[in-house]
């Protein structure tokens, strides 16, 4: 088939490639019709001997053939200058070709037999999540290609490095199962570089050097979110992500997946990258289903083969990147008089910092001059005598649903704007934990901002007498108070813990304490 100009999809150790003749041009117009792939994107040539090196390429440099003595077979694809037997058509018109000397002993066995190199990019339509076994490319290429060699699934999991040489250096324009340090070994750490495109991409504009570089690539139907940061730092931001979003699913690391109340794919142990490469593209193609609105996929740092499984996740995401804070924000909310203090100090007990969201909202009103901007702009009679007159505002506002909830849209981005703010200050000073302590956290949106919120809520009688006790109202006032505020079962639906505060002080804490612990994953 393959002398023929047909295409046949075959195992490599990486992934399965789609392969056709790399002397034949129109063999190769195939594989990117057949792939729907772009034509400025190049494909690389596989051979099965060192001879059919010297045979597609000249001028090729001594540092590439000291790397070839020690990565090949293998994953490693290097671009050397081609010779005229190669077709434009499979370089996209670079005067370079990429070559690759696979491991796997059926492609090695299928390019000898043929008696041709073999052009091949990953057998998968252009765009999605490179095929990592048999099942994958029937998938994607049933009917479009004249045949599949089926041999199990591949080992790596990740396409090849990808190099260039550059000034007598190697740099890294795909990283793949062979690191930078692995080069490095060879050639030395300081002649080895990585290109720029491995971390933000390249341009609409720009000619890429070697697959994978330009388009958004290695992604199921659904947008792909990566989250970078430690462990528990990314299961949190995972977890805040998926929760109350239909169809979202995650991707993570095998110690926190159980948390996840979504469709979730695990990957192996955090800082297992060989399995996070073998795991990554399957995920990504198990989770390329209609009913999938949103992936969020842990993404791994860029040490090992780490970089290689977050370039792919990375341009999986489109370069959608979040990095995942390392200090817990829990939000406490709850019914009027349940005893919401009694759990903020518990908390503080285990060291917790407490935002106050009604005293940051009366501290800003004595000094932040964004909000009595906005304030003197849509209530000026609040501003009757030149200054701000709190009371005044209270009475415009008290009683009146409407100017009510003008006042919240006005006042919760600014408070919005302070919590972000005093967040970022408590994490850059270390802080384990911030409590944001907030009656209308829902309402303002803050709820974003949090981990996990806890609600706290008592029996209607209770309430009433602590609102009496604390407040010095009477009981038909501290009736009026609990009847405005928002039913229980809503906060029940909101909440991810509940704690129901109708008897001794210490049982609260106890379900404080133990949540706290549970949410310090």
Known sequence: MLREGGLVAFPTETVYGLGGNALDATAAARIFAAKGRPQDNPLIAHIADIAMLDELCYDIPDIARKIAARFWPGPLTMALPKREIVPDTVTAGLRTVGIRYPAHPVAQELIRAAGVPIAAPSANRSGKPSPTAFAHVLEDMDGRIEGIVDGGDADVGVESTFIEFVNGKVRILRPGYITPEDLAEV?????????????????????????????????????????????????????????????????????????????TVQVGRYGDYAAQAQR????????????????????????????????????????????????????????????????????????????????????????????????????????????????????????????????????????????????????????????IDAPTLFESGADADCDFVIGVTAEPALRKSRIMERDGLTEEYAALRIEAGKPDAWYREKCDFMIENNHAPGEAISAALDIYNTCSI
């Open 280 to 435: 990554l593209f399957d995920a990504l193609r198990e989770l390329d289903r209609p009913e999938i609105s949103v992936i969020y996929a842990q993404c791994p740092d860029d040490r090992g083969v780490g970089l290689a499984v977050a370039n792919r996740l990375k341009r999986a995401a489109g370069f959608h990147v979040i990095e995942a804070r390392r200090m817990l924000v829990l939000g406490l909310t709850g019914s009027t008089g349940a005893g919401k203090g009694l759990v903020s100090q518990a908390l503080r007990e285990q060291g917790a910092v407490i935002i106050d969201c009604d005293r940051v909202y009366h501290e800003m009103l004595a000094s932040d001059e964004a909000l009595l901007s906005d304030l003197r702009e849509n209530f000026p009679a609040a501003f009757a005598d030149g200054g701000f007159d709190r009371k005044a505002l209270g009475r415009i506002v008290f009683g009146d649903e409407a100017q009510l909830a003008r006042l919240n849209a006005v006042t919760h981005p600014h408070i919005r704007r302070k919590i972000a703010e005093l967040l970022k200050n408590l994490e850059a000073g270390g802080t384990a934990c911030a409590v």
């Open 187 to 263: 050639v030395g750490t300081e002649n080895v570089e990585i290109d720029p495109a491995v971390l933000r991409g390249i341009g609409a504009d720009e000619q890429p050097r070697s697959p994978g570089m330009k388009y958004r690539h290695y992604a199921p139907s659904a947008p792909v979110i990566a989250v970078l940061g430690e462990n528990a730092a990314c299961a949190r931001a995972i977890l805040r992500g998926v929760r109350g979003k239909a169809g979202a699913a995650a991707i993570l690391c095998d110690e926190y997946a159980h948390l996840m109340p979504c469709t």
